[in-house]
């Protein structure tokens, strides 16, 4: 039973425009929602995180919304740069238990 | 600045034998964590130590899977005898004592079962 679900295995965005990344969970006892991000070749780093007593939280061009009722995140990149081409997992926890991750989206950004 | 080292980077080996792979964490981080990641889905997480103390090992397959953390600091992950399934990325994390989800991740060990 996949928990976390990134429906997109790709996405190609123009370079500077807005880059859109989904997430869905289906367990609503997860709290904590992470975004990595990850190169080939290297291991996943950490873009940005909330807690589900946020809605919002922006971190210079990145931003991450929750929905809980739709138990739904997703990731805004603004403006899209060449450097941001990888592949994004959305990530989510219990309290401070396991991250259980998403199957990942490879975003290309066209220059 | 610190990062998470893993060995080897590149492993191949024929179905039935022993594998093993090695990770130092990042200085101080007491936390470490052995993820498994297959081709195309996300890391699962295999086992997670606290200092030299298994925390969560639910997913480790115990009948050929074994990993420990002797003095607290690096740690091993082994495989006997590897089969084919075994064939993935096999990711070392650590993080400090406060929970933030955040991870260090080292650049993995890929393991190809032939």
């Known amino acids: 039973d996949q928990q976390v679900k990134q429906n997109s295995p790709s996405l190609s965005v123009q370079e500077g425009r807005i880059s859109i990344l989904n997430c869905d969970y289906t367990?609503?006892?997860?709290?904590?929602f992470l975004w990595y991000k990850k190169y080939p070749a290297e291991g996943p780093t950490f873009l940005i995180s909330i807690s589900s007593i946020k809605d919002k939280n922006e971190d210079g061009r990145f931003t991450v919304f929750l929905n809980k009722s739709a138990k739904h995140l997703s990731l805004h990149i603004v403006p899209s740069q060449p450097g941001d081409s990888a592949v994004y997992f959305c990530?989510?926890?219990?309290?401070?238990?396991?991250?259980?991750f998403g199957t990942g989206t490879r975003l290309t950004i066209i220059p | 600045e610190a990062e998470v080292a893993q060995s080897p980077r590149y492993k191949i080996t024929e179905k039935s034998q022993a594998v093993a792979f090695w990770c130092d964490p990042i200085s101080g981080h007491a936390t470490l964590y052995w993820y498994r990641q297959i081709l195309g889905q996300g890391p699962e997480l295999l086992v997670q130590f606290q200092d030299e103390s298994v925390v969560d090992d639910s997913q480790l397959p115990k009948d050929r899977f074994s990993a420990e953390r002797l003095k607290g600091v690096d740690s091993t992950l082994k495989i006997q005898p590897a089969e084919l399934g075994d064939s993935a990325m096999y990711l070392c994390a650590s993080s400090t004592d406060t929970y933030t989800g955040e991870l260090f991740f080292g650049e993995g060990s890929r393991l190809t079962v032939l």
């Open positions: 367990n609503s006892m997860f709290d904590y």
């Open positions: 990530a989510a926890s219990i309290g401070n238990e396991k991250l259980t």
